[in-house]
């Protein structure tokens, strides 16, 4: 007798064991992709509509940076309950609507309100959340965009469920679920990336890595080689790419989001990126990093990198940043007028779309409320 | 030589509840393409409890889909194809191991509707067997429906007989909200007159019935505990006791009306539920019965439940659940002196 008659390669059934696929195709690249300051960017640049495409993501670079700045201003002024900024991030954020088709489907988290403006959803109903006045201020199928998700990753598995939906209806739409550094040790994250391998959903997953979860930096939230390789374990394709360059982070997400659409399966792509600001308006950033390491970052300034490099390339001039520094300026001016508007809720409304239609006890309830109102009217006639 | 008569093919007079939920599930699928079954095992396997048999080889793997076994994952998915259109019938595969779905069902299943202004209805159904006296061991007979009855968005539906089971889950399917369809894993292999041929109508959510009119009293009841308060009020006759028998069906929305009826056609109630009494469900329906009887009630309105224990191993589960003696112990303390 050899152990041969016992041989596991014999016994090994695909079906049941596994494929044992190879799994070098599906590592990230050893460095994160950049285009700016590399020959890539004269050769993006001399591409068909290379030009362009090159001056639009400038154009949304300064706009997004803008919209950034507003809506911190509005938070100090009090119009905003709370805004989690995206100031650091803004390549990731405007590339990922610019890496979308009309029809794609976008699943942001709560600090992707850039992304969601980026995908053309009107300001004031995008910070709707933030503002406190609703849970999601636009409707989710005028633009594809999934409601703000708030509970980390949970949103992830909604990307493949309606990736998967698609599929089944023989339709081309991707979804691409944004995800950050912290939301990568959530239950969801791991199952959605499963389920995402196994149905092949034509699905993509953006990692932005800003380096914390509030405070807790990376080194504490994951041993992983890099976000990226988590992709392997999944069996689907990982990519590493510098989030704050913009014109690298649109490349890869188009490419991921191709790969997927023509049914060659989900891409996890992480970003590597930097949240210039605190978490949100209630954190302090000072307890848990360094002034040191904030320079170094605002040093890598995805608008700096990207205002530098295309004017280097001979891509944008002066008249490009004055234009997109006017565009900003209007967004700013419109985001204020809005903002100062006090929105005009309705009590009632809390009742209205609780169940398609309100339950016998809802509806004693709304009486309640009802008559509270009534009386707190007529006292105020009185007065 | 004798012809013997060609047998004549009629239709089963008598079905099982696990069959007549294969039967609403099959239907469901058939009527509307947007129905997608998604489960662990629901596929080539029909389920452990083979509710979903036959529904893969018929329907397509597509339709009734084996997932990863992952419950957020399950759960997760079925919002994202609710959002495209599709209209998911998620199957947990137990109660206990439903709970990894629970932020998905909360956080999202139950108040997207609200969250988005109406503009995203998940009309999701979401399948548990559940409760106990199967013999199983820890984490097969838990009683969650307190859990998913005090979230608002969900409706929350148990049937109790074999006609309920199609006619309920043909309601929770077509439902454009997200209904928790609780199905008594101890009344799968019950049997009551029900023909496949001809399924009952589609029920209504949220209306409880009167299985059983008496005068004395009235029980309270819902999924498994039905069959046993029946029990009860044949034998609570030997005690002259006619009790009355009301099975809830819907906990969320509650019927108020048909309980507060019965409740008051008698003066005195019981609420019998085999899940933990603490915080429970029946704790909800004695405070809803005594705000809204209680000129009515001659004793103060009681609860006969599981105790407050984990669920016990199966060789001492007899000992927790409601039985025929504890419900009548608990009719015989309604005050009668008086």
Redesign the interface.
């Known amino acids: 007798m050899t152990v041969l008659d016992h041989d596991l390669a014999a016994a090994w059934t695909p079906d049941a064991h596994g494929p044992r696929r190879d799994p070098a195709p599906l590592l990230p690249d050893s460095e994160p992709v950049r285009i700016l300051g590399t020959p890539a960017l004269r050769r993006t640049a001399d591409s068909p509509g290379g030009r362009e495409l090159l001056r639009d993501l400038h154009r949304r670079l300064v706009v997004g940076r803008r919209f950034n700045q507003q809506a911190t201003t509005l938070t100090k002024q009090g119009r905003l309950a709370v805004y989690p900024a995206s100031t650091g991030q803004e390549a990731c954020q405007i590339a990922v609507a610019s890496a979308l088709r009309p029809g794609d489907w976008l699943f942001p988290s709560y600090r992707d309100t850039l992304a969601v403006v980026s995908r053309g959803v009107d300001p004031v109903q995008t910070l709707t959340l933030l503002r406190g006045n609703?849970?999601?201020g636009y409707?989710?199928?005028e633009h594809q965009v999934?409601?703000l998700s708030t509970?980390l990753a949970?949103q992830?598995?909604?990307?493949?469920?309606?990736?998967?939906?698609?599929r089944?209806?023989g339709e081309s739409?991707v979804?691409l679920a944004l995800v950050g550094d912290g939301g990568t040790s959530e239950?969801?994250f791991h199952?959605?990336l499963?389920?995402a391998g196994?149905?092949n959903a034509p699905v993509v997953f953006l990692v932005q890595n800003n380096g914390y979860a509030i405070s807790v930096p990376l080194a504490k939230q994951s041993a992983a080689p890099t976000l990226a390789h988590k992709a392997v374990g999944y069996g689907i394709q990982g990519r590493l790419v510098d989030g704050n360059d913009a014109v690298a982070v649109h490349i890869v997400l188009s490419e991921a989001v191709e790969h997927a659409r023509t049914g060659r399966g989900p891409v996890l792509v992480e970003a590597v990126t930097y949240r210039l600001e605190a978490h949100t308006n209630a954190d302090d950033a000072g307890r848990y990093r360094s002034a040191e390491e904030v320079e170094r970052w605002q040093a890598r300034d995805p608008l700096t990198l990207m205002e530098r490099h295309l004017r280097e390339a001979g891509v944008i001039g002066d008249a490009d940043v004055a234009a997109a520094a006017a565009e900003a300026e209007e967004l700013a001016d419109r985001m204020r007028t809005l903002f100062h508007v006090k929105p005009q809720l309705d009590p009632m409304?809390l009742f209205?779309?609780?169940?398609?239609e309100p339950?016998?006890?809802l509806r004693e309830q709304a009486a309640q409320l009802a008559a509270e109102l009534a009386a707190e009217a007529a006292t105020e006639e009185r007065r | 030589m004798t012809t013997a008569a060609p047998p004549r093919t009629q239709p089963p007079r008598t079905a099982t509840l696990a069959s007549a939920l294969n039967r609403a599930l099959r239907d469901a699928l058939r009527e509307d393409p947007a129905v997608?079954i998604l489960g662990e095992d629901v596929g080539t396997l029909g389920g452990v409890f083979r509710i979903t048999d036959g529904l893969a080889a018929e329907f397509g793997a597509?339709r009734c889909l084996d997932?990863?076994l992952?419950e957020?994952?399950i759960?997760?998915?079925?919002?994202?194809?609710?959002?495209?259109?599709?209209r998911?019938v998620v199957e947990m595969q137990f109660d206990a191991f439903a709970y990894?779905a629970f932020?998905?069902l909360v956080?999202?299943v139950a108040?997207?509707?609200?969250?988005?202004?109406?503009?995203?209805?998940l009309p999701i159904t979401v399948r548990i067997p559940y409760g106990g006296g199967i013999g199983g061991v820890e984490h097969h007979s838990d009683s969650s429906e307190a859990y998913y009855a005090h979230t608002?968005?969900l409706?929350v539906v148990t049937p109790a007989t074999v006609a309920d089971g199609y006619g309920l889950l043909r309601a929770a399917i077509a439902?454009?909200?997200p209904v928790v369809f609780l199905e008594p894993k101890r009344l799968y292999w019950s049997k009551d007159d029900w023909s496949a041929e001809a399924p009952a109508p589609v029920e209504p959510i949220?209306r409880a019935v009167v299985r059983r009119q008496g005068t004395s009293a009235t029980l309270l009841t819902y999924g498994p505990s039905l069959p046993v308060c029946l029990e009860a009020a044949e034998a609570a006759r030997a005690e002259g006791w006619d009790l009355s028998v009301v099975d809830l069906r819907s906990l969320?929305?509650?019927d108020?009306?048909t309980v507060a009826a019965a409740v008051r056609s008698t003066g005195r109630a019981v609420v019998v539920h085999e899940s933990s009494g603490f915080a429970g469900v029946g704790a909800e329906i004695a405070a809803r019965v005594t705000e809204r009887c209680f000129h009515h009630l001659a004793a103060p309105v009681l609860r006969v439940a599981g105790f407050d224990i984990p669920y016990p191993p199966p060789m001492l589960e007899q000992h927790h659940l409601p039985g025929v003696d504890r419900i009548l112990d608990a009719v015989a303390k309604l005050q009668w002196e008086q």
């Open positions: 609703a849970h999601c409707d989710p199928y999934a409601p509970p949970t992830a598995p909604h990307a493949v469920g309606l990736a998967h939906a698609a089944l209806r739409t979804a239950g969801d199952e959605a499963n389920f196994v149905l409304s209205a779309h609780v169940y398609a339950t016998p006890q | 997608h597509d997932t990863p992952a957020a994952g759960l997760g998915t079925a919002v994202g194809m609710a959002m495209y259109g599709l998911p990894p932020e998905q956080s999202h108040r997207m509707r609200n969250r988005t202004a109406g503009r995203m209805p608002p968005g409706h439902s454009d909200d949220g969320a929305p509650f108020d009306e």
